[in-house]
């Protein structure tokens, strides 16, 4: 490690970066109040939808009074439009969302970070025609594209997930691009090409690590549309198929006697929006210690 | 809710309902309004506009008085176009434009004979000629409209005018059902020369404005042949394609009228003393439809075990709300012949499962395919799907949009659902029963029962004709298609300044939307 080969300066650079920037940009962000009331908002809405499922009184298809019947008939909460106990589908229907949303974040997060470093690394035509294409696919409104393509094959959980994730790929590119421009004219990223590492190991081992803060705001942000368009696209009949609970079907399901019982609404609501709330606190915070985190890397 | 308009308004073409006897039916005089009025305290007023929110409408709205597509449609047509008969709320026979419906005795020929001194909304008599035109216009092979199909054996060409008020109708074979057909709110009378587009009235209303998918206004029509009706000035008819903005709409007193009342809002409808929940039982019904010529429901025993599945009171209880009957698996309620010591199908699990077994298809898997068509389609699935999971069967429930529910796969779908308006046995059959019927959604084609079907429509003496009927009935009770598990009521809200609207058996709401004979007391 002493003789000073480029690798290895750049690999002691780039260790001694991440040693500095991860434990930091948590740390820092927990210093945040803002932060941790996100966390914990997120934690319990997340416990309600995992845990929900093995507390619930009913099953979730059990009928257990006639529709639409007031808070402490059939349950604590009423009855949903088919005479099923509120709390019981509120406890079960959550899970779903949650996946979804993970999975469809993951999927654009991870797809949209690839074409932006890849972008920013290769330049040239192959930076125009990537991001061309995604300022014609960002003229799209996302829910609309979802709707198009979810109207044409059908209901369909792959479809969903795919067409939200999708629909984050472009708006992802652009900024880890942007972040990753800064990156890859570093030195070390030259002194890596001029020792022959493949380009490959380059963006994944040298770029990547170096705009992960950039990524884990992005993922934050993301996940909270994912939520927000996974339940909208549920409230539209094009998630989950009934009987299924479902937060967003039971939205729509029970939205007519929102009046006469209004806690099948409102629930479901009640834990969307604290959910979205919590994430959107979690990754603000993330995002003021980011800018911290950026300065490890000029060090 | 527009969905399910195009289907529905098809089937129309079919009368609903062999009301009265053929017999009877001859010499019947006129009856004008109907009976009761549950909600007429005071005596009528004349005056006011009456302002109507229905639910759906399009862009494709239309006041063609022949092809009513959306509910809209069919309330303007009602509004617009009398009919040579009507059904009362009891879904009897009434004369109405014909003061006379005779048959031949081999029911080939039927003669009608118009009332004296009817008028157009011109001014113009209402003569036999308007009342052929009418029915030209209807199975013009051309374009046919809603009603061709059910007036297909009409020998069009040879409609006879013996004087400006009889018209004869010959038919190529016995047509026992001639009088239900003519009652159909898209058969309106016409004149001669009509244009859809600046229409001339034969109803208690005409045109004054007309606004496709948005609303439309109508006026008195100063040439109405009902004494005294219409009591109103004007009506009008809003399109709300979503329920929620309906019902909002009426609790705001931007209407004084609304059709199909979701079950979520009855009781906040019936909280408020300024309104009024108008509900009537009625013949409607909203089966499950097995595929009888494909698998697993080309075996019998498979048909049999999935009627014995459902618990229909708690189909009743959870998908109404309680508000509607137990069905049996037979339609037609309300028919004169429809069999009473038919004994009621209940729900039995052990007996649904030794049949499943019987039939090689223990744990059983079937998607069932569902929509928003209707009122309490999608709810009847999710408690069918749940019930089935007694009996070891699992029932996939596939929604689709209603676009695609009517779409290319609509009646070829393996298990299904669909829901009709009351209509009487044969007429119903016509619609849905023979393998030549426009909606045969099960793929009915049983020789034993057309045979008998046939044979009811050719038979003009209303007992032996009950009798052939229940045997028809008793066929489908044994190995049909359909799982019919209720009668949903109709379930309509209004103004308390509105008087006489009258629970009608027909599921066409708000009275068969007959506003003639409603007034204002405000």
């Known amino acids: 490690m002493s003789n000073g080969t480029p690798t290895e300066a750049i690999t002691k650079t780039g260790a001694a970066a991440k040693v500095q920037r991860k434990p930091g940009l948590l740390r820092r962000s927990l210093k945040s109040r803002r932060t941790v009331i996100g966390l914990a908002l997120t934690i319990l809405v997340l416990a309600l939808a995992f845990l929900g499922p093995y507390m619930a009184p009913h099953s979730p298809t059990e009928f257990v009074a006639a529709p639409f019947s007031p808070a402490g008939t059939g349950g604590p909460f009423g009855t949903d439009n088919l005479g099923r106990d509120v709390l019981s589908r509120f406890l079960a229907g959550g899970q779903t969302l949650m996946i979804l949303a993970v999975v469809a974040t993951s999927l654009g997060v991870g797809l949209g970070a690839l074409v932006g470093v890849l972008a920013a690394y290769r330049r040239g035509w192959l930076d125009e025609a990537l991001m061309r294409t995604g300022d014609v696919a960002l003229a799209f409104p996302q829910i609309v594209l979802a709707l198009l393509f979810l109207s044409i094959i059908g209901p369909q959980l792959w479809l969903l997930v795919l067409m939200v994730g999708l629909g984050h790929l472009p708006r992802v590119a652009r900024v880890v691009r942007g972040a990753a421009l800064s990156v890859v004219e570093r030195d070390f990223v030259k002194a890596a090409e001029s020792v022959g590492i493949p380009r490959w190991r380059i963006m994944v081992k040298e770029i990547v690590p170096n705009i992960s803060s950039t990524l884990a705001v992005e993922f934050g942000l993301r996940l909270t549309y994912s939520i927000g368009l996974v339940a909208g696209l549920s409230f539209l009949g094009l998630g989950l198929q009934p009987p299924t609970p479902d937060w967003g079907l039971m939205i729509n399901e029970n939205r007519i006697a929102l009046t006469i019982s209004p806690w099948s609404v409102a629930l479901p609501v009640i834990a969307i929006a604290l959910l979205t709330v919590g994430t959107n606190l979690v990754t603000d915070g993330l995002a003021k210690a980011a800018i911290g985190s950026d300065q490890g890397v000029k060090e | ?522």
């Open chain 2, 1 to 522: 809710m527009t969905v399910h308009r195009r289907p529905r308004s098809l089937r129309t073409l079919t009368a609903m309902a062999l009301a009265a006897s053929l017999m009877g039916l001859a010499g019947c005089s006129s009856a004008g309004t109907p009976a009761a009025d549950a909600g007429a305290a005071s005596s009528p007023r004349a005056g006011g506009t009456l302002r109507v929110g229905i639910v759906g409408g399009s862009a494709k709205d239309s006041l063609d008085a022949h092809s009513p597509v959306t509910h809209p449609d069919e309330a303007r047509a009602i509004q617009l176009y009398d009919t040579l008969a009507s059904y009362d709320v009891d879904h009897k026979i009434q004369m109405s434009l014909a003061d006379k419906i005779t048959p031949s005795a081999d029911a080939k020929t039927w003669t009608v004979h118009l009332r004296d001194g009817l008028k157009f909304s011109n001014g113009k008599p209402i003569t036999a000629d308007d009342v052929i035109f009418t029915f030209q216009r209807i199975t013009d092979p051309k374009n046919p409209m809603a009603g061709a199909t059910a007036l297909s054996g009409l020998e069009r060409d040879a409609m006879k005018a013996p004087d400006p008020q009889t018209i004869v109708f010959p038919f190529a074979t016995a047509f026992a059902t001639f009088p239900d057909i003519v009652t159909q709110y898209n058969a309106g009378i016409v004149p001669v020369g009509y244009d859809p587009k600046n229409p001339v009235s034969s109803g208690p209303f005409m045109t004054e404005s007309f606004t496709p998918g948005q609303q439309s206004t109508f006026v008195k029509n100063p040439h109405y042949w009902r004494a005294g009706q219409p009591y109103l000035d004007k009506v009008t008819i809003i399109d709300f394609p979503d329920d929620t903005a309906r019902v909002n709409a009426l609790l705001g007193g931007q209407v004084d009228a609304i059709d199909q009342l979701p079950l979520g809002q009855v009781n906040v409808v019936k909280a408020n003393p300024q309104l009024k929940v108008l509900e009537s039982a009625t013949g409607s019904w909203l089966p499950f439809t097995m595929r009888v010529d494909q698998a697993p429901f080309n075996d019998p025993k498979v048909r049999e075990a999935f009627r014995l599945i459902v618990d229909r009171q708690q189909m009743v209880e959870q998908v109404l709300g309680g508000h509607g009957t137990v069905g049996n698996d037979m339609y037609a309620p309300f028919d004169a012949c429809f069999p009473q010591d038919v004994p009621q199908r209940n729900q039995d699990i052990a007996k649904a499962k030794e049949l499943l077994a019987e039939a090689g298809k223990s744990n059983l898997s079937v998607d069932l395919v569902t929509s928003a068509a209707a009122a309490g389609l999608v709810e009847a699935a999710q408690v069918f799907a749940q019930q089935a999971k007694a009996a070891g069967v699992t029932i996939n429930v596939k929604k689709v949009d209603p676009g695609e529910f009517y779409g290319d796969q609509y009646l070829k779908w393996t298990f299904s659902q669909d829901f009709w308006f009351t209509r009487d046995y044969l007429p119903q059959t016509a619609a849905s029963g023979f393998s030549t019927s426009p909606y045969n959604e099960t793929h009915w084609d049983d020789k034993q029962w057309t045979d008998l079907v046939n044979q009811a429509n050719a038979t003009t003496d209303q007992a032996t004709r009950c009798g052939i009927i229940q045997k028809a009935e008793q066929i489908e009770f044994d190995r049909g298609g359909y799982i019919i598990w209720g009668f949903p009521n109709s379930v309509d809200a209004y103004s308390s300044t509105v008087s006489r609207f009258t629970p009608d058996k027909s599921g066409i709401p708000l009275t068969s939307f007959t506003f003639r004979n409603v007034w204002l007391n405000k």
